[in-house]
Every structure is written in structure tokens, then in C-alpha cells.
């Protein structure tokens, strides 16, 4: 795992390898510091493979329905209901 930095707001984070998906590099928002406590240091941009924003369209959609259940599900329970 290594992180990269492209400009002072934004960092990459490469993730080489990974028990279930294939290599991915992810997008992080530095938050101001401000927000750290309510928001977290980074936020989730999505995947720098992802320029339609469908796989972070998706990501979001299983976020909300894991909080929405506050049950920790299978991968086969979440496609189930989701589809």
C-alpha cells in the first residue's frame, strides 16, 4: 500500500493487492481540520478508474444499505437485495 500526493487537497492511495478486487487506485479529499472530528480526515472520492462515477454510484448504494441495516451482511446478502 502507498500513498501518493498530487496537490495539497487531494491524496491517491494504490492498493496493489487485495484479497477480492484487482489493483485499484482510490481518490481522498483532505478534509480542513475543522471537520476532521464530524467528517473524518480524508472523504471518499472514488476510484481514478471510475470517470463515470458508476462504481462510486454503486459504493455509495451499498454504504447507505449496510448503515441502513446496521447488520454486518455477505457480499451474496447485499447483491441479493441491491441486485
Not at 480524508?42 to 471510475?50: F, H, K, L, R, V
Not at 454503486?58 to 446496521?70: N, T, V
Amino acid at each position: 500500500m502507498e500513498s501518493t500526493v498530487f496537490s495539497e487537497d487531494y491524496r491517491f492511495l494504490k492498493l496493489n493487492n487485495t484479497r477480492s478486487t484487482e489493483s485499484a487506485t482510490y481518490k481522498l479529499l483532505l478534509n480542513p481540520s475543522q471537520e476532521w472530528i464530524t467528517k473524518g480526515i480524508y472523504e471518499y472520492c472514488g476510484e481514478t478508474s471510475d470517470p463515470t462515477g458508476e462504481k462510486r454510484e454503486a459504493a455509495d448504494k451499498i454504504y447507505r444499505h449496510l448503515l441502513k441495516s446496521g447488520l454486518p451482511l455477505e457480499p451474496m446478502e447485499i447483491n441479493q437485495t441491491l441486485g
